[in-house]
């Protein structure tokens, strides 16, 4: 089991441009967050899909959006990006959104606005 | 709303020496706390959540709900400890976002 994978790795855009990233969940996983993470700061929750909705939100605007497919695998959406989006992004995956579950960490997909 | 505070942004200690990462939280109900910790080139992975109350690579952390902190300790500081380490809440009660701090850089110097 490869855990949770992200792709791209890396990812360069100029401002006002639209991004996608991907994540697969770690297998047996049904529940995926996001984290934005900017230099020097810890993660930042995004939002969470569990049965393909979102099911929770942190404070990000609606630029940011999100997809969960039946396959559980999710992609991240960032619409008009600021530079203020540059930032790693972390995808976690667990089994059920609830308490008890340890989330798994992927590699992030660093994103770099100019 | 939860916050964690992680007062230190980098800790340096000798080899062998204890070794303590302090990180405070605010929260008014009972969250569940955790440590995570990101050795160089590595993903994030969880180190301990305290209601395991188990030692992970000789780190411990017990929960102090009176003055609301969670400390990392280890007696004796090896150097692949040397690592970035986050401390981080889960609200819980149909809240389950993690809420990180901003981390403590941990140098164990030879």
């Known amino acids: 089991d490869a855990g949770v994978t992200q792709s791209p790795t890396h990812l360069i855009k100029t401002r006002g441009q639209q991004v996608t990233l991907r994540c697969s969940p770690k297998?047996?996983?049904?529940?995926v967050s996001w984290y934005q993470q900017a230099l020097g700061q810890g993660p930042q929750f995004i939002f969470q899909y569990y049965e393909e909705e979102e099911r929770q939100r942190g404070n990000f605007p609606d630029r940011f959006s999100g997809h969960q497919f039946p396959n559980y695998s999710s992609e991240l959406n960032v619409n008009a990006l600021l530079l203020g989006d540059s930032a790693l992004y972390l995808c976690a995956s667990s089994f059920l959104p609830g308490q008890g579950y340890e989330q798994y960490f992927g590699p992030g997909t660093r994103l770099t606005v100019t | 709303a939860q916050r964690v505070t992680q007062p230190e942004k980098l800790l340096s200690v000798f080899k062998g020496a204890p070794v303590e990462l302090k990180c405070n939280y605010s929260?008014?109900?009972?969250?569940?706390l955790f440590w995570y910790v990101q050795y160089s080139r590595q993903r994030l992975q969880l180190l301990l959540r305290?209601?395991s109350r188990e030692s992970i690579k000789g780190f411990t952390a017990d929960l102090n709900k009176g003055e609301t902190s969670f400390h990392l300790k280890k007696p004796f500081a090896q150097e692949e400890d040397s690592a970035m380490y986050y401390c981080a809440l889960m609200p819980g009660a149909g809240s389950y976002q993690l809420t990180f701090g901003k981390g403590t850089k941990l140098s164990v110097i030879p």
């Open positions: 305290h209601i």
């Open positions: 929260y008014s109900g009972s969250p569940e």
């Open positions: 297998s047996g996983h049904d529940t």
